[in-house]
């Protein structure tokens, strides 16, 4: 089964029938997911902020959604990501398939190994799951939409945006787009074994890179536009095209 774990402005998957809300316990804490049918295929899915995007990216309880996803029975995970585009050459509405993170977040739960005795090292070098990332290339090729095969996701706490110094900081360190929830999801998600893949979404320019200020309006709107390729993407790997 599929599960999806989605950003801002996508608070619903377009076209799932049979629809219900299952309350999953976890060891962090019970979380609501969400499920239905899409094209004939089980999938389930959680929207990280919320439905109502109540949730700042640093509060958001990524052990207990990751878990509560393998509970539920999800042998694989594809996250929506809303960012901002380090690379001027990645414009609003451009989607990118993520293959590395570097992350500058502080005080989250980053890992389930965190008790004393039970220390564990995981190999990080294919942080995104190949695979699946195989799989939503051959979808994105079957539907027409143009998605970027490679992009480096710097992980910042928020909520605030990043200053022009730290993005042009970011790109020197070779990333791509930056955005507040990649990190800890995807190291999470290694940790159980549960493969994960990530599809970056342009909303806008990071700061310094275009000429107003950044708002969270701004983004939804640029959002609302992206909604129809990115679940005609899902429906398309989820019907194994």
Known sequence: MLALITGSGFYDVPGLTERKVTEVATPYGPVSVSSGMLDGSHVAFIPRHGSDHSLPPHAINYRANVWALREFGADGIVAINV?????????????????????????????????????????????YDLELRSRLSSAAETIGLDLAPTATYVCTNGPRFETPAEIKMYGILGGTVVGMTGYPEVALARELGVPYAAVAIVANLAAGLQGTELSHEDVVGVIDECKVPMFALVAALVRGE
Do not use: K, W
């Open 83 to 127: 960012v901002g585009s380090i690379d001027p050459a990645y414009p609003a509405g451009t989607f990118l398939l993520c293959d590395q993170y570097i992350e500058f977040t502080s005080g989250r739960d980053v890992t389930f190994f965190d008790e004393p005795g039970n220390v564990q090292h995981i190999d990080m070098t294919e942080p």
